[in-house]
């Protein structure tokens, strides 16, 4: 199917431990996204990207951090000072810069703690 | 503050009947309002856009700033139309989404 890849889509983190999750895209888009999803609560922003080597914090960005040294590819680290990772986490890409421009979303990864 | 609300959790209709998801947005802005759609075992993706008053699937929603509203109608549900709904909010201040909660939709045979 394409477009954004997310891996893996299983990922266990065990205590004091950092876990990487990756994002890759082929749609050329400049804009990337992080999102958290938790049951009843919608997406939540973690990081983003417009541009390449630029990124910005959301909405609960602490005890995460990300990279954008290309443009397909965003990936996100979960620290050990994320003290509730478990939660499924999307990544999303769009255009960019354009208010009517849609997101385009990957499968997800589900994190769970050992 | 800028907000989707998606008031119900869970909404259960009869094949055939109308279907209707609310959304209602506080937005100080002109607002750009998608609708976003998640079947199982599927990616999110958009269903339709505020801008392109278009209908997919059957389904449209209309922008009433009046109301701060954007819900999502369809006349006959189909039992294909069981998924995730979401409704969000185009931020100009960051070209980011507000998302709101979701609303699960199930369509009963």
């Known amino acids: 199917d394409g477009g954004i890849t997310q891996s893996p889509k299983y990922l266990f983190r065990k205590e004091g431990q950092n876990v990487t999750l990756s994002c890759e895209q082929n749609?050329?888009?400049?804009?990337m996204y992080w999102y958290r999803q938790d049951p009843g609560q919608g997406l939540r922003l973690i990081y983003y990207s417009q541009i390449v080597n630029d990124f910005q914090k959301g909405d609960i960005a602490e005890g995460y951090s990300v990279s954008r040294e290309k443009k397909e590819s965003f990936p996100l680290t979960v620290t050990s000072a994320q003290k509730n990772p478990t939660a499924f986490y999307l990544c999303a890409s769009s255009i960019g810069g354009r208010r009517n421009q849609p997101q385009h979303f990957g499968d997800g990864t589900r994190l769970s703690i050992l | 503050a800028q907000r989707v609300t998606q008031p119900e959790k869970l909404l259960s209709v009869f094949k055939g009947a109308p279907v209707e998801l609310k959304c209602n947005y506080s937005?100080?802005?002109?607002?750009?309002l998608f609708w976003y759609v998640q079947y199982s075992r599927q990616r999110l993706q958009l269903l339709l856009r505020?801008?392109?008053?278009?209908s997919i699937k059957g389904f449209t929603a209309d922008l009433n700033k009046g109301e701060t509203s954007f819900h999502l109608k369809k006349p006959f549900a189909q039992e294909e139309d069981s998924a995730m709904y979401y409704c969000?909010?185009?931020?100009?201040?960051?070209?980011?989404?507000?998302w709101g909660a979701g609303t699960k939709l199930i369509i009963k045979p």
């Open positions: 505020h801008i392109s008053r278009e």
């Open positions: 937005y100080s802005g002109s607002p750009e």
């Open positions: 969000a909010l185009f931020m100009d201040s960051n070209y980011q989404l507000i």
């Open positions: 749609l050329n888009h400049d804009a």
